[in-house]
């Protein structure tokens, strides 16, 4: 093979050409930055989530200070949930038994939060509740998201042993998770909502199903409100059809979102055009006739 020419003087010196090891040494180093920015992407994401889901929708203070100066019941509240126990149906410990003597129907309601909202503020809007004899658990979800709720039911029956007949209920997202809780002990048959508790009913507070329990023998209630800008009267009644047929409804005039709690403005939201005291007195009688059903 002939000698190349001789480069003139000054001339810049031919590229090497690149060896085999120090290219698949490149393409690692490539790939380990693609890796690492993936993975610090989705650590961000987490941390957005977790600092997100730790700042709640807390409620209102004049509200919650009235339910617990109301005699007509004991509010207690624990690390997993807020109990309102109707006065003579046991003690001050959430786990105090009931009978079904001194409370109204012996029944009691497990409600779901909304997203991220303090299950406190829901207090005043559900004393009604209580006054009429429902013992009444608001759980205090997993993160804030009830979607995520992993425990069954029977970890919120279990803070009032002695009520016997109990329903699901849930606002906004809680109200999702709540009827998957049906849908599940509908999927496996009764005694499946968690544990040994059978739901005996589903109440959906400003909320509609993801699930499909339109074949579900137990009775349904949906509260709404006219003035609702997030859970709208519009997409409730695109979802009605994943209800049973039999289910009720009921739309409260004049009330929005929040408006089924005490927790101030929600984005999206529209404006409530009812005072709390209606909102209270139509959540409490829809609820009451519910229960009270043949």
């Known amino acids: 093979m002939p000698e190349s020419a001789p480069l003139p003087p000054g001339s810049p010196a031919p590229p090497r050409p690149a060896r085999a090891g120090t290219t698949r040494t490149r393409h690692r180093s490539r790939g380990r930055v693609v890796v690492r920015s993936v993975l610090a992407a989705a650590l961000a994401l987490v941390l957005g989530f977790l600092v997100y889901a730790s700042i709640p929708l807390t409620a209102e203070p004049a509200p919650l200070q009235a339910a617990r100066d109301n005699p007509a019941f004991t509010l207690v509240e624990t690390a997993d949930s807020v109990v309102l126990s109707p006065a003579g149906s046991g003690s001050d410990d959430p786990a105090g038994s009931t009978t079904a003597e001194n409370t109204a129907e012996n029944t009691g309601l497990v409600l779901l939060t909304g997203a991220r909202v303090d299950p406190a503020a829901y207090v005043s809007k559900l004393s009604g509740l209580a006054e009429a004899g429902i013992t009444v658990v608001i759980a205090r979800p997993i993160l804030g998201f009830a979607i995520v709720e992993w425990r069954p039911i029977s970890d919120f029956t279990a803070l009032a042993p002695g009520v016997d007949t109990w329903v699901v209920g849930g606002h ?33 507070f400003a909320s509609y199903c993801a699930a499909d329990v339109s074949g579900a023998t137990l009775p ?14 519009a997409k409730i009644e695109a979802a009605a059809g994943r209800l049973p047929a039999s289910a009720s409804f009921i739309e409260i005039e004049g009330a929005n979102h929040g408006g089924f709690g005490d927790y101030g403005a929600q984005p999206g939201d529209g404006t409530a055009t009812a005072n709390d005291a209606d909102v209270t007195e139509a959540i409490t009688a829809a609820v009451v006739e519910f229960v009270e059903r043949d």
């Open 172 to 204: 906004s997202l809680g109200g999702v998770r709540a009827c998957q809780y049906l849908a599940d002990q509908e999927a496996a048959g009764s005694q499946s909502a968690g544990a040994g508790t059978e739901v005996s009913g589903l109440v959906l």
């Open 220 to 233: 349904v209630l949906s509260i709404a409100g006219t003035e609702d800008g997030l859970s709208t009267p």
